[in-house]
């Protein structure tokens, strides 16, 4: 692979992971907000918590700053698994936008049946906040994924 080509594929990625880390951290701040007055650092100490439990709330800027890290890992690692896939399965460029939406849905299903178990966060409820999580995943990390993705391929 040639270093323009590795810096393009680079941007793309880049790009995918801090437009979608940021849509979905804004959804987060906003969400958790209205429906239980979290402010943004509770949000990210929250996420923190995964790895420290309820300790993460006692530590102030520090975990939340530690959890929105992991955040962005998170939004790495799944724009890295779509941009990956996407040369592999042709119905991912021919159905970017599908794609996209179907993508979000399986980020949620997968953080929260299979990743979210494994932690120190407590189980919750499926409610109307699990709903707009869904929707918010699919709309704001899915979907922007698949259309930059597509865009720059």
Do not use: C
């Not at 429906?35 to 420290?52: D, E």
């Not at 709330?57 to 992991?70: D, E, N, R, T």
């Amino acid at each position: 692979m040639k270093t323009a080509e590795i810096n393009t594929n680079s941007h793309v990625l880049l790009r995918a992971t801090l437009t979608a880390g940021v849509l979905d951290a804004l959804a987060a701040i906003v969400v958790y907000y209205l429906f239980f007055h979290y402010n943004p650092v509770q949000v990210y100490q929250f996420v923190a918590s995964a790895l420290l439990g309820p300790q993460a709330y006692k530590g102030g800027l520090p975990v939340a700053l530690l959890g929105l890290f992991f955040h962005f890992f998170i939004a790495f690692a799944a724009s890295l698994v779509f941009y990956m896939a996407y040369p592999r399965i042709p119905f991912l460029a021919k159905h970017y936008i599908l794609s996209g939406l179907g993508y979000g849905l399986l980020i949620w299903l997968v953080m929260n049946l299979l990743v979210l178990p494994l932690t120190k966060i407590p189980a919750a409820p499926f409610d109307e906040v699990s709903v707009i999580a869904i929707l918010w995943h699919m709309l704001l990390v899915g979907l922007p994924v698949s259309v930059i993705i597509h865009k720059n391929k």
